[in-house]
Nanobody, 126 residues
Framework: QVQVMESGGGSVQAGGSLRLSCAASGDTSRNYCMGWFRQAPGKVREAVAIIGSGEGIPYHLYYADSVKGRFTASKDSAKNTLFLQMDSLKVEDSAIYYC????????????????WGQGTQVTVSS
């Protein structure tokens, strides 16, 4: 079993920055593919950034068009920790941000990763 926990959310003004972290704990002897998703009230959950690899699964890297050039994902594979540097934040970036992880990237890319965190709130004000 693996547990995933997000941190780093908060309230900022438009144009500000936040850095989110996601740590996978438990049985993390294997590398995990990890990704960031977000969900705003009344809207479907959407993929934000996915980075990593899984054993027997090709490496994947993905950014949503809406965040390209503003968000940067990075991963410490040895620690199974994922980061999301969020710059030039916009009001429409406001959402609960979730971290997902799985042994392979195929499931994470598809939005059905095995492990999910409880989310961290990001609120951007104009």
């Amino acid at each position: 079993q693996v547990q995933v926990m997000e941190s780093g959310g908060g309230s900022v003004q438009a144009g500000g920055s936040l850095r989110l972290s996601c740590a996978a704990s438990g049985d993390t002897s294997r590398n995990y593919c990890m990704g960031w998703f977000r969900q705003a009230p009344g809207k479907v959950r959407e993929a934000v950034a996915i980075i990593g690899s899984g054993e027997g699964i090709p490496y994947h890297l993905y950014y949503a068009d809406s965040v390209k050039g503003r968000f940067t994902a990075s991963k410490d594979s040895a620690k199974n920790t994922l980061f999301l540097q969020m710059d030039s934040l916009k009001v429409e970036d406001s959402a609960i941000y979730y971290c997902a992880a799985d042994q392979g990237c195929n499931s994470v890319v598809a939005g059905i990763g095995r492990y999910w965190g409880q989310g961290t709130q990001v609120t951007v004000s104009s």
